[in-house]
Protein backbone atom coordinates (compact mmCIF):
# COMPACT_ATOMS: atom_id res chain seq x y z
CA UNK A 1 0.00 0.00 0.00
CA UNK A 2 2.76 2.74 0.76
CA UNK A 3 4.25 1.43 -2.40
CA UNK A 4 1.01 2.34 -4.29
CA UNK A 5 0.29 5.75 -2.58
CA UNK A 6 4.11 6.83 -3.24
CA UNK A 7 3.62 6.02 -6.92
CA UNK A 8 0.52 8.06 -6.97
CA UNK A 9 1.73 10.87 -5.20
CA UNK A 10 4.84 11.58 -7.78
CA UNK A 11 2.71 10.81 -10.17
CA UNK A 12 0.61 13.96 -8.42
CA UNK A 13 3.89 16.10 -8.24
CA UNK A 14 4.48 15.32 -11.80
CA UNK A 15 0.74 16.44 -12.99
CA UNK A 16 1.05 19.30 -11.16
CA UNK A 17 4.39 20.38 -12.39
CA UNK A 18 2.89 20.03 -15.77
CA UNK A 19 -0.57 22.07 -15.56
CA UNK A 20 1.65 24.80 -13.70
CA UNK A 21 1.43 28.49 -16.15
CA UNK A 22 4.67 27.82 -16.46
CA UNK A 23 4.63 24.93 -18.14
CA UNK A 24 1.32 25.42 -19.79
CA UNK A 25 2.33 28.75 -21.57
CA UNK A 26 4.68 26.52 -23.29
CA UNK A 27 1.68 24.94 -24.91
CA UNK A 28 1.67 20.47 -24.79
CA UNK A 29 4.73 20.59 -26.29
CA UNK A 30 7.03 21.39 -23.13
CA UNK A 31 10.09 19.00 -22.62
CA UNK A 32 8.24 17.99 -19.17
CA UNK A 33 5.99 16.20 -21.34
CA UNK A 34 8.49 14.18 -23.00
CA UNK A 35 9.79 12.86 -19.37
CA UNK A 36 6.00 12.46 -18.07
CA UNK A 37 5.91 9.95 -21.10
CA UNK A 38 8.95 8.36 -20.21
CA UNK A 39 8.09 7.84 -16.76
CA UNK A 40 4.22 6.41 -17.91
CA UNK A 41 5.50 4.26 -20.16
CA UNK A 42 8.26 2.73 -17.57
CA UNK A 43 5.40 1.90 -15.27
CA UNK A 44 2.63 0.75 -17.87
CA UNK A 45 5.42 -1.36 -19.59
CA UNK A 46 6.33 -3.26 -16.25
CA UNK A 47 2.43 -3.48 -15.49
CA UNK A 48 2.14 -5.04 -18.70
CA UNK A 49 4.86 -7.53 -18.48
CA UNK A 50 3.39 -8.48 -14.62
CA UNK A 51 0.50 -9.44 -16.84
CA UNK A 52 1.26 -10.83 -19.43
CA UNK A 53 3.37 -13.57 -18.32
CA UNK A 54 3.80 -16.44 -20.94
CA UNK A 55 6.42 -15.33 -23.57
CA UNK A 56 5.29 -17.65 -26.29
CA UNK A 57 1.21 -16.22 -26.06
CA UNK A 58 0.20 -14.27 -29.08
CA UNK A 59 -2.23 -12.26 -26.25
CA UNK A 60 1.04 -11.10 -24.87
CA UNK A 61 3.06 -10.24 -28.15
CA UNK A 62 -0.25 -8.52 -29.81
CA UNK A 63 -0.43 -6.45 -26.63
CA UNK A 64 3.14 -5.09 -26.24
CA UNK A 65 2.92 -4.07 -29.78
CA UNK A 66 -0.33 -2.31 -29.57
CA UNK A 67 1.20 -0.26 -26.60
CA UNK A 68 4.52 0.47 -27.92
CA UNK A 69 2.61 1.77 -31.20
CA UNK A 70 0.63 3.99 -29.27
CA UNK A 71 2.49 5.36 -26.85
CA UNK A 72 5.08 6.14 -30.42
CA UNK A 73 2.10 8.01 -31.55
CA UNK A 74 1.87 9.95 -28.75
CA UNK A 75 5.59 11.21 -28.74
CA UNK A 76 5.52 11.69 -32.75
CA UNK A 77 2.17 13.88 -31.76
CA UNK A 78 4.67 16.41 -29.86
CA UNK A 79 6.24 19.47 -31.32
CA UNK A 80 9.91 18.80 -31.54
CA UNK A 81 11.17 21.85 -32.58
CA UNK A 82 9.89 23.47 -29.56
CA UNK A 83 11.28 21.18 -27.02
CA UNK A 84 14.46 22.57 -24.97
CA UNK A 85 17.90 20.69 -26.26
CA UNK A 86 17.75 18.27 -23.15
CA UNK A 87 13.71 17.39 -24.30
CA UNK A 88 14.82 16.67 -28.08
CA UNK A 89 17.50 14.17 -27.02
CA UNK A 90 14.83 12.12 -24.98
CA UNK A 91 13.01 12.67 -27.56
CA UNK A 92 14.74 10.99 -30.14
CA UNK A 93 16.80 8.35 -27.81
CA UNK A 94 13.19 7.11 -26.78
CA UNK A 95 11.89 6.86 -29.83
CA UNK A 96 15.19 5.01 -30.76
CA UNK A 97 13.78 2.47 -28.06
CA UNK A 98 9.92 2.62 -29.42
CA UNK A 99 11.08 1.53 -32.37
CA UNK A 100 13.58 -1.15 -31.26
CA UNK A 101 11.09 -2.95 -29.08
CA UNK A 102 8.94 -3.12 -32.05
CA UNK A 103 11.30 -4.63 -34.75
CA UNK A 104 11.78 -7.04 -31.48
CA UNK A 105 8.51 -7.74 -30.95
CA UNK A 106 7.83 -8.39 -34.85
CA UNK A 107 10.97 -11.02 -34.96
CA UNK A 108 9.70 -12.91 -31.69
CA UNK A 109 6.09 -13.30 -33.96
CA UNK A 110 8.09 -14.88 -36.54
CA UNK A 111 10.15 -17.27 -34.36
CA UNK A 112 7.04 -18.17 -32.49
CA UNK A 113 5.39 -18.95 -36.18
CA UNK A 114 8.33 -20.86 -36.78
CA UNK A 115 8.49 -22.69 -33.13
CA UNK A 116 4.63 -23.20 -33.24
CA UNK A 117 4.76 -27.01 -33.95
CA UNK A 118 7.35 -27.03 -30.93
CA UNK A 119 4.22 -25.79 -28.87
CA UNK A 120 1.59 -27.29 -30.56
CA UNK A 121 -0.14 -28.18 -27.09
CA UNK A 122 0.18 -24.49 -25.51
CA UNK A 123 -3.58 -23.31 -25.80
CA UNK A 124 -4.60 -25.25 -23.26
CA UNK A 125 -1.95 -23.80 -20.90
CA UNK A 126 -2.87 -20.46 -22.36
CA UNK A 127 -6.62 -20.85 -21.77
CA UNK A 128 -5.93 -22.28 -18.27
CA UNK A 129 -3.70 -18.98 -17.57
CA UNK A 130 -6.18 -17.09 -18.65
CA UNK A 131 -8.47 -18.25 -16.48
CA UNK A 132 -6.61 -18.24 -13.33
CA UNK A 133 -6.10 -14.65 -14.31
CA UNK A 134 -9.31 -13.29 -14.15
CA UNK A 135 -10.02 -15.74 -11.27
CA UNK A 136 -12.67 -17.15 -13.16
CA UNK A 137 -14.43 -20.25 -11.14
CA UNK A 138 -13.83 -23.50 -13.76
CA UNK A 139 -15.73 -26.14 -14.37
CA UNK A 140 -13.72 -29.18 -12.49
CA UNK A 141 -14.76 -31.68 -14.41
CA UNK A 142 -14.61 -29.83 -17.48
CA UNK A 143 -10.84 -28.75 -16.46
CA UNK A 144 -10.03 -32.25 -15.49
CA UNK A 145 -10.41 -33.85 -19.11
CA UNK A 146 -8.58 -30.47 -20.60
CA UNK A 147 -5.46 -30.82 -18.30
CA UNK A 148 -6.00 -34.93 -18.96
CA UNK A 149 -5.81 -34.38 -22.55
CA UNK A 150 -2.86 -31.99 -22.28
CA UNK A 151 -0.74 -35.11 -21.42
CA UNK A 152 -1.27 -36.79 -24.79
CA UNK A 153 -0.95 -33.44 -27.04
CA UNK A 154 1.98 -33.04 -25.44
CA UNK A 155 3.53 -36.71 -25.97
CA UNK A 156 2.41 -36.66 -29.16
CA UNK A 157 4.34 -33.17 -29.95
CA UNK A 158 7.49 -34.50 -28.90
CA UNK A 159 7.33 -37.59 -30.85
CA UNK A 160 6.45 -35.12 -33.80
CA UNK A 161 9.70 -33.32 -32.85
CA UNK A 162 11.81 -35.99 -32.34
CA UNK A 163 11.52 -36.74 -36.05
CA UNK A 164 11.69 -33.06 -37.48
CA UNK A 165 14.73 -31.65 -38.38
CA UNK A 166 16.84 -29.61 -36.32
CA UNK A 167 16.48 -25.83 -35.12
CA UNK A 168 19.12 -23.38 -35.45
CA UNK A 169 21.02 -22.79 -32.13
CA UNK A 170 18.93 -19.39 -31.87
CA UNK A 171 15.65 -21.48 -31.82
CA UNK A 172 16.96 -24.05 -29.81
CA UNK A 173 17.87 -22.10 -27.10
CA UNK A 174 14.73 -20.21 -27.40
CA UNK A 175 12.74 -23.48 -27.66
CA UNK A 176 13.97 -23.89 -24.35
CA UNK A 177 13.52 -21.12 -22.54
CA UNK A 178 9.85 -20.97 -23.68
CA UNK A 179 9.13 -24.24 -22.63
CA UNK A 180 10.24 -23.63 -18.59
CA UNK A 181 8.48 -20.52 -18.83
CA UNK A 182 5.33 -22.27 -19.82
CA UNK A 183 5.67 -25.01 -17.35
CA UNK A 184 6.05 -22.25 -14.23
CA UNK A 185 2.89 -20.31 -15.53
CA UNK A 186 1.35 -23.67 -15.49
CA UNK A 187 2.18 -24.91 -12.43
CA UNK A 188 1.08 -21.13 -11.11
CA UNK A 189 -2.33 -21.92 -12.62
CA UNK A 190 -3.01 -25.06 -10.68
CA UNK A 191 -1.36 -23.94 -7.42
CA UNK A 192 -3.97 -20.89 -7.76
CA UNK A 193 -6.90 -22.97 -7.27
CA UNK A 194 -5.36 -26.09 -5.27
CA UNK A 195 -6.63 -26.52 -2.04
CA UNK A 196 -9.18 -23.46 -2.25
CA UNK A 197 -11.87 -24.97 -4.17
CA UNK A 198 -11.96 -28.78 -2.48
CA UNK A 199 -14.07 -29.55 -6.37
CA UNK A 200 -11.12 -28.34 -8.42
CA UNK A 201 -8.87 -30.40 -6.08
CA UNK A 202 -10.21 -33.44 -5.95
CA UNK A 203 -10.95 -33.40 -9.96
CA UNK A 204 -7.60 -31.69 -11.32
CA UNK A 205 -5.10 -32.92 -8.67
CA UNK A 206 -4.25 -36.53 -10.59
CA UNK A 207 -4.45 -35.07 -14.13
CA UNK A 208 -2.20 -32.20 -13.13
CA UNK A 209 0.50 -33.91 -11.69
CA UNK A 210 0.30 -36.43 -15.04
CA UNK A 211 0.86 -33.32 -17.16
CA UNK A 212 3.20 -31.61 -15.04
CA UNK A 213 5.01 -34.80 -15.08
CA UNK A 214 5.01 -35.27 -19.07
CA UNK A 215 5.36 -31.29 -19.55
CA UNK A 216 8.60 -31.70 -16.80
CA UNK A 217 10.02 -34.65 -19.70
CA UNK A 218 9.33 -32.58 -22.51
CA UNK A 219 11.36 -29.28 -21.02
CA UNK A 220 14.27 -31.84 -20.39
CA UNK A 221 13.80 -33.06 -23.79
CA UNK A 222 14.36 -29.48 -25.38
CA UNK A 223 16.78 -29.07 -23.16
CA UNK A 224 18.94 -32.34 -24.15
CA UNK A 225 18.58 -31.12 -27.60
CA UNK A 226 20.06 -27.44 -26.59
CA UNK A 227 22.77 -29.57 -24.74
CA UNK A 228 23.86 -31.33 -27.62
CA UNK A 229 24.02 -28.45 -29.58
CA UNK A 230 25.80 -26.64 -27.31
CA UNK A 231 28.45 -29.46 -27.08
CA UNK A 232 29.34 -29.97 -30.65
CA UNK A 233 30.34 -25.94 -30.27
CA UNK A 234 32.73 -26.67 -27.41
CA UNK A 235 35.90 -26.22 -28.59
CA UNK A 236 37.16 -27.37 -24.99
CA UNK A 237 37.11 -25.15 -23.55
CA UNK A 238 33.57 -25.30 -22.12
CA UNK A 239 32.39 -22.04 -23.06
CA UNK A 240 29.22 -21.87 -25.22
CA UNK A 241 28.03 -18.51 -25.75
CA UNK A 242 26.22 -17.43 -29.08
CA UNK A 243 28.12 -15.55 -32.15
CA UNK A 244 25.80 -13.43 -33.40
CA UNK A 245 27.55 -12.69 -36.72
CA UNK A 246 28.50 -9.73 -38.52
CA UNK A 247 25.20 -8.21 -39.66
CA UNK A 248 23.98 -8.25 -36.14
CA UNK A 249 26.83 -6.66 -34.62
CA UNK A 250 26.76 -3.96 -37.17
CA UNK A 251 22.92 -3.63 -36.52
CA UNK A 252 23.55 -3.26 -32.21
CA UNK A 253 26.64 -0.64 -33.28
CA UNK A 254 24.13 1.81 -34.85
CA UNK A 255 21.39 1.26 -31.96
CA UNK A 256 23.88 1.99 -29.64
CA UNK A 257 25.34 5.28 -31.90
CA UNK A 258 28.78 3.73 -32.71
CA UNK A 259 29.09 4.91 -36.68
CA UNK A 260 31.88 2.06 -36.67
CA UNK A 261 32.23 -1.46 -38.33
CA UNK A 262 33.72 -3.88 -36.37
CA UNK A 263 36.93 -3.72 -38.31
CA UNK A 264 36.96 -0.34 -37.89
CA UNK A 265 37.05 -0.98 -34.58
CA UNK A 266 39.56 -3.69 -34.12
CA UNK A 267 41.94 -1.52 -35.34
CA UNK A 268 41.09 0.87 -33.36
CA UNK A 269 42.07 -1.59 -30.63
CA UNK A 270 45.27 -2.84 -32.04
CA UNK A 271 46.36 1.09 -32.61
CA UNK A 272 45.41 1.37 -28.44
CA UNK A 273 47.51 -2.15 -27.72
CA UNK A 274 50.29 -0.95 -29.46
CA UNK A 275 50.71 2.12 -27.77
CA UNK A 276 50.49 0.15 -24.36
CA UNK A 277 52.45 -1.84 -25.38
CA UNK A 278 54.97 0.91 -26.39
CA UNK A 279 54.41 2.03 -22.58
CA UNK A 280 54.88 -0.93 -21.08
CA UNK A 281 58.18 -1.18 -22.66
CA UNK A 282 59.39 2.05 -21.27
CA UNK A 283 58.03 1.32 -17.80
CA UNK A 284 59.84 -2.12 -18.29
CA UNK A 285 63.43 -0.48 -19.00
CA UNK A 286 63.08 1.84 -15.54
CA UNK A 287 62.48 -1.56 -13.53
CA UNK A 288 65.94 -2.91 -14.97
CA UNK A 289 63.81 -5.46 -17.13
CA UNK A 290 64.86 -4.26 -21.05
CA UNK A 291 61.96 -4.68 -23.23
CA UNK A 292 60.63 -7.77 -22.10
CA UNK A 293 57.80 -6.09 -19.91
CA UNK A 294 56.35 -9.60 -19.32
CA UNK A 295 59.16 -10.00 -16.78
CA UNK A 296 58.43 -6.31 -15.25
CA UNK A 297 54.44 -7.83 -15.07
CA UNK A 298 55.15 -11.08 -13.32
CA UNK A 299 57.04 -8.68 -10.79
CA UNK A 300 54.73 -6.55 -10.33
CA UNK A 301 52.27 -9.80 -9.94
CA UNK A 302 54.33 -11.23 -7.30
CA UNK A 303 53.55 -7.47 -4.74
CA UNK A 304 50.00 -9.39 -3.82
CA UNK A 305 49.47 -8.68 0.19
CA UNK A 306 49.16 -11.60 2.48
CA UNK A 307 45.63 -13.18 3.03
CA UNK A 308 43.10 -11.10 4.95
CA UNK A 309 45.26 -7.80 4.18
CA UNK A 310 43.37 -7.34 0.64
CA UNK A 311 39.97 -5.18 2.58
CA UNK A 312 42.84 -2.96 3.92
CA UNK A 313 44.78 -1.85 0.59
CA UNK A 314 41.23 -1.61 -0.79
CA UNK A 315 40.07 1.19 1.50
CA UNK A 316 43.15 2.54 1.35
CA UNK A 317 43.40 2.73 -2.41
CA UNK A 318 39.50 3.80 -2.71
CA UNK A 319 40.53 6.77 -0.23
CA UNK A 320 43.75 7.94 -2.37
CA UNK A 321 41.52 8.20 -5.29
CA UNK A 322 39.06 10.62 -3.55
CA UNK A 323 41.67 12.85 -2.88
CA UNK A 324 43.61 13.19 -6.04
CA UNK A 325 40.16 13.61 -7.33
CA UNK A 326 39.30 16.21 -4.97
CA UNK A 327 42.55 17.56 -4.90
CA UNK A 328 43.33 18.62 -8.55
CA UNK A 329 39.91 19.89 -8.94
CA UNK A 330 38.91 16.77 -11.46
CA UNK A 331 34.84 16.15 -10.21
CA UNK A 332 32.73 17.19 -7.52
CA UNK A 333 32.05 14.40 -5.13
CA UNK A 334 29.18 14.50 -2.68
CA UNK A 335 30.22 14.06 1.22
CA UNK A 336 27.46 11.41 1.04
CA UNK A 337 28.46 9.54 -1.26
CA UNK A 338 32.15 9.11 0.25
CA UNK A 339 30.40 7.93 2.75
CA UNK A 340 27.85 5.14 1.97
CA UNK A 341 30.29 2.88 -0.16
CA UNK A 342 30.41 -0.77 1.30
CA UNK A 343 33.38 -3.80 0.72
CA UNK A 344 31.94 -7.19 0.25
CA UNK A 345 34.04 -10.21 -0.24
CA UNK A 346 33.31 -12.64 -3.65
CA UNK A 347 32.20 -16.10 -3.05
CA UNK A 348 34.81 -18.24 -5.07
CA UNK A 349 32.38 -19.47 -7.03
CA UNK A 350 31.71 -16.15 -8.65
CA UNK A 351 35.24 -15.96 -8.75
CA UNK A 352 35.33 -18.46 -11.80
CA UNK A 353 33.43 -16.15 -13.64
CA UNK A 354 34.72 -12.68 -12.26
CA UNK A 355 37.90 -12.79 -10.87
CA UNK A 356 38.62 -9.17 -10.49
CA UNK A 357 36.56 -6.82 -8.83
CA UNK A 358 32.66 -5.96 -9.14
CA UNK A 359 31.82 -2.72 -8.01
CA UNK A 360 29.35 0.72 -7.43
CA UNK A 361 27.88 1.21 -4.72
CA UNK A 362 29.24 -2.25 -3.41
CA UNK A 363 32.66 -3.07 -4.12
CA UNK A 364 33.32 -7.14 -4.29
CA UNK A 365 36.72 -7.84 -3.40
CA UNK A 366 38.12 -11.10 -5.52
CA UNK A 367 40.65 -12.92 -3.10
CA UNK A 368 41.21 -16.57 -2.55
CA UNK A 369 39.55 -18.43 0.63
CA UNK A 370 40.70 -21.65 2.30
CA UNK A 371 38.73 -23.71 0.09
CA UNK A 372 40.80 -22.80 -3.03
CA UNK A 373 43.30 -24.65 -4.73
CA UNK A 374 46.89 -23.87 -3.98
CA UNK A 375 47.44 -23.04 -7.92
CA UNK A 376 44.07 -21.30 -7.17
CA UNK A 377 44.67 -19.25 -4.36
CA UNK A 378 48.48 -17.87 -6.20
CA UNK A 379 46.18 -17.10 -9.15
CA UNK A 380 44.00 -14.66 -7.33
CA UNK A 381 46.56 -12.96 -5.32
CA UNK A 382 48.88 -12.21 -8.27
CA UNK A 383 45.98 -11.18 -10.68
CA UNK A 384 44.63 -8.36 -7.70
CA UNK A 385 48.20 -7.61 -6.72
CA UNK A 386 48.30 -3.98 -5.04
CA UNK A 387 49.02 -2.00 -8.69
CA UNK A 388 46.33 -3.62 -10.54
CA UNK A 389 44.47 -2.70 -7.59
CA UNK A 390 45.22 0.30 -7.52
CA UNK A 391 44.44 0.60 -11.26
CA UNK A 392 40.99 -0.55 -10.84
CA UNK A 393 39.61 0.80 -7.77
CA UNK A 394 38.71 4.06 -8.57
CA UNK A 395 37.34 2.83 -11.23
CA UNK A 396 34.58 0.34 -9.12
CA UNK A 397 34.38 3.62 -6.57
CA UNK A 398 35.37 7.07 -6.78
CA UNK A 399 35.20 8.37 -9.65
CA UNK A 400 33.47 5.52 -11.87
CA UNK A 401 31.13 3.52 -10.40
CA UNK A 402 29.83 4.15 -7.31
CA UNK A 403 29.86 8.06 -7.70
CA UNK A 404 28.29 6.82 -11.42
CA UNK A 405 25.29 5.23 -9.86
CA UNK A 406 24.79 7.97 -6.63
CA UNK A 407 24.53 10.57 -9.20
CA UNK A 408 22.04 8.56 -11.29
CA UNK A 409 19.55 8.09 -8.77
CA UNK A 410 19.51 11.78 -8.41
CA UNK A 411 19.64 13.27 -11.41
CA UNK A 412 17.34 12.67 -14.17
CA UNK A 413 16.81 9.54 -12.94
CA UNK A 414 14.38 8.48 -15.73
CA UNK A 415 16.79 8.29 -17.60
CA UNK A 416 17.69 5.03 -16.22
CA UNK A 417 15.68 3.58 -18.97
CA UNK A 418 18.27 4.32 -21.40
CA UNK A 419 21.43 2.11 -19.91
CA UNK A 420 24.39 1.63 -22.19
CA UNK A 421 26.76 0.05 -21.36
CA UNK A 422 29.47 2.88 -23.48
CA UNK A 423 28.08 5.22 -20.86
CA UNK A 424 28.19 2.97 -17.73
CA UNK A 425 31.70 1.37 -18.46
CA UNK A 426 32.82 3.92 -20.95
CA UNK A 427 32.62 6.63 -17.86
CA UNK A 428 34.96 4.43 -15.49
CA UNK A 429 37.75 3.49 -18.11
CA UNK A 430 37.58 7.35 -19.15
CA UNK A 431 38.76 7.74 -15.81
CA UNK A 432 41.78 5.51 -15.68
CA UNK A 433 43.01 6.96 -19.07
CA UNK A 434 42.36 10.73 -17.30
CA UNK A 435 44.48 9.77 -14.15
CA UNK A 436 47.29 8.52 -16.46
CA UNK A 437 47.59 11.62 -18.21
CA UNK A 438 47.09 13.76 -14.60
CA UNK A 439 49.98 11.50 -13.52
CA UNK A 440 48.19 9.58 -10.81
CA UNK A 441 50.77 6.84 -11.33
CA UNK A 442 53.43 6.99 -8.71
CA UNK A 443 56.33 4.79 -10.42
CA UNK A 444 56.33 2.50 -13.21
CA UNK A 445 55.26 -0.26 -11.11
CA UNK A 446 51.57 2.00 -11.02
CA UNK A 447 52.01 2.00 -14.43
CA UNK A 448 52.42 -1.37 -14.98
CA UNK A 449 49.25 -2.04 -13.53
CA UNK A 450 47.51 0.82 -15.22
CA UNK A 451 49.27 -0.36 -18.72
CA UNK A 452 48.24 -4.19 -18.03
CA UNK A 453 44.59 -3.26 -17.52
CA UNK A 454 44.30 -0.58 -20.79
CA UNK A 455 45.60 -3.75 -22.56
CA UNK A 456 43.11 -5.42 -21.13
CA UNK A 457 39.98 -3.48 -22.42
CA UNK A 458 41.90 -3.53 -26.09
CA UNK A 459 42.05 -7.21 -25.76
CA UNK A 460 38.14 -6.80 -24.89
CA UNK A 461 37.31 -5.19 -27.93
CA UNK A 462 39.63 -7.84 -30.47
CA UNK A 463 38.97 -10.93 -28.97
CA UNK A 464 34.95 -10.29 -28.35
CA UNK A 465 34.55 -9.01 -31.78
CA UNK A 466 36.62 -11.69 -33.68
CA UNK A 467 34.50 -14.54 -31.52
CA UNK A 468 30.92 -13.07 -32.60
CA UNK A 469 32.57 -12.75 -36.64
CA UNK A 470 33.27 -16.54 -35.75
CA UNK A 471 37.21 -15.80 -36.22
CA UNK A 472 38.16 -16.78 -32.60
CA UNK A 473 36.92 -19.73 -30.58
CA UNK A 474 36.58 -19.45 -26.43
CA UNK A 475 39.89 -21.62 -26.20
CA UNK A 476 41.70 -19.23 -28.73
CA UNK A 477 40.45 -16.04 -27.25
CA UNK A 478 41.72 -17.72 -23.66
CA UNK A 479 44.82 -18.05 -25.25
CA UNK A 480 45.20 -14.26 -26.35
CA UNK A 481 44.69 -12.88 -22.95
CA UNK A 482 47.30 -15.28 -21.88
CA UNK A 483 49.66 -14.81 -24.51
CA UNK A 484 49.04 -11.37 -25.49
CA UNK A 485 48.55 -9.33 -22.27
CA UNK A 486 49.65 -11.54 -19.56
CA UNK A 487 46.67 -12.74 -17.61
CA UNK A 488 46.95 -16.17 -15.28
CA UNK A 489 45.19 -18.76 -16.95
CA UNK A 490 42.41 -18.87 -14.66
CA UNK A 491 41.77 -15.60 -14.64
CA UNK A 492 41.12 -15.73 -18.61
CA UNK A 493 38.89 -18.63 -18.11
CA UNK A 494 36.85 -16.33 -15.87
CA UNK A 495 37.25 -13.33 -17.97
CA UNK A 496 35.93 -15.23 -21.32
CA UNK A 497 33.02 -17.33 -19.29
CA UNK A 498 31.98 -13.96 -17.91
CA UNK A 499 31.70 -12.27 -21.77
CA UNK A 500 30.04 -15.19 -23.59
CA UNK A 501 28.00 -17.09 -20.71
CA UNK A 502 27.77 -14.39 -18.16
CA UNK A 503 24.67 -12.25 -19.07
CA UNK A 504 26.41 -9.85 -20.80
CA UNK A 505 25.40 -8.26 -24.35
CA UNK A 506 27.66 -9.14 -27.52
CA UNK A 507 28.87 -5.12 -27.66
CA UNK A 508 29.26 -5.37 -23.50
CA UNK A 509 33.33 -5.92 -23.58
CA UNK A 510 34.15 -3.26 -26.48
CA UNK A 511 31.96 -0.90 -24.21
CA UNK A 512 34.29 0.21 -22.08
CA UNK A 513 37.12 1.16 -24.26
CA UNK A 514 34.96 2.19 -27.15
CA UNK A 515 32.99 4.85 -24.75
CA UNK A 516 35.84 5.79 -23.23
CA UNK A 517 37.97 6.99 -26.22
CA UNK A 518 34.28 8.42 -26.63
CA UNK A 519 34.78 10.38 -23.31
CA UNK A 520 38.05 11.76 -24.53
CA UNK A 521 37.26 12.99 -27.16
CA UNK A 522 34.67 15.07 -25.96
CA UNK A 523 37.13 16.09 -23.17
CA UNK A 524 39.29 17.23 -25.37
CA UNK A 525 36.60 19.18 -27.67
CA UNK A 526 35.48 21.33 -24.18
CA UNK A 527 38.32 21.00 -21.53
CA UNK A 528 41.08 20.87 -23.52
CA UNK A 529 39.92 24.07 -25.91
CA UNK A 530 39.53 25.79 -22.72
CA UNK A 531 35.22 26.01 -23.15
CA UNK A 532 34.45 24.03 -19.60
CA UNK A 533 36.95 23.09 -16.63
CA UNK A 534 37.53 19.11 -15.76
CA UNK A 535 34.88 19.90 -13.16
CA UNK A 536 32.45 21.62 -14.87
CA UNK A 537 32.81 18.90 -17.38
CA UNK A 538 32.79 16.11 -15.69
CA UNK A 539 29.35 17.14 -13.23
CA UNK A 540 27.86 17.95 -16.03
CA UNK A 541 28.09 14.61 -17.41
CA UNK A 542 26.93 12.83 -14.12
CA UNK A 543 23.98 15.39 -14.00
CA UNK A 544 22.78 13.86 -17.58
CA UNK A 545 22.63 10.46 -16.37
CA UNK A 546 23.66 7.06 -18.34
CA UNK A 547 22.80 8.36 -22.52
CA UNK A 548 24.59 7.61 -25.51
CA UNK A 549 28.04 9.67 -25.58
CA UNK A 550 27.29 10.92 -28.92
CA UNK A 551 23.66 12.40 -27.21
CA UNK A 552 26.04 13.52 -23.99
CA UNK A 553 28.31 15.34 -26.79
CA UNK A 554 24.68 16.77 -28.46
CA UNK A 555 23.72 18.30 -24.82
CA UNK A 556 26.53 19.78 -23.90
CA UNK A 557 27.86 21.53 -27.53
CA UNK A 558 24.36 22.47 -28.20
CA UNK A 559 24.29 20.34 -31.19
CA UNK A 560 21.53 21.40 -33.42
CA UNK A 561 19.26 18.47 -33.68
CA UNK A 562 16.52 16.92 -35.75
CA UNK A 563 13.45 14.51 -34.38
CA UNK A 564 15.07 11.82 -37.70
CA UNK A 565 18.81 12.13 -36.09
CA UNK A 566 21.16 9.64 -37.19
CA UNK A 567 24.70 8.92 -35.36
CA UNK A 568 27.58 10.06 -37.44
CA UNK A 569 29.78 11.07 -34.65
CA UNK A 570 33.40 9.73 -35.30
CA UNK A 571 35.72 10.27 -32.37
CA UNK A 572 38.65 8.09 -33.10
Same mark, same amino acid.
Given at each position: ????????????????????????????????????????????????????????????????????????????????????????????????????????????????????????????????? #????? %???? /? *?????? @? +??? $??????????????????????????????????????????????????????????????????????????????????? #????? %???? /? *?????? @? +??? $??????????????????????????????????????????????????????????????????????????????????????????????????? @?????????????????????????????????????????????????????????????????????????????????????????????????????????????????????????????????????????????????????????????????????????????????????????????????????????????????????????????
Amino acid at each position: MQLFLLRISSFLILLCFLMSPQVRAQGTNSSAEVEALITVYREDLGSLNRTYTITCSPERVSRLQQFHQQTLQKLEALDFDKLSQSGKVDYIIFKRDLKQELDDLKTLEKDLVTLQPVFAFKDKILTFE #KSRRK %GEVL /N *PKETAS @L +INS $LKTDIQNTQKEIEKSAKLTSHLNRMASSLAENLQRRFQESYHFYEGYDPLFTWWVSKPFTDADSVLSNYVGFLSKRLSADNQA #KDDGS %GIIG /N *PIGREK @L +IEQ $LRFEMIPYTPDELVTIANREFAWCETEMKKASREMGFGDDWKKALEKVKNTYVEPGKQPELIYALAVEAIDFVEKNQLVTVPELAKETWHMRMMSPQRQ @LVSPFFLGGEDILISYPTNTMTHEAKLMSMRGNNPHFSRATVQHELIPGHHLQGFMNDRYRPYRSMFYTPFWIEGWSLYWEMLLWDKKFPRNAEDRVGMLFWRMHRCARIIFSLSYHLEKMTPQQCIDFLVDRVGHERANAEGEVRRSFTGGYGPLYQLAYMIGGLQFRALHKELVDSGKMTDKEFHDAILKENTLPVELVRAILTKQPLTKNFQTSWRFD
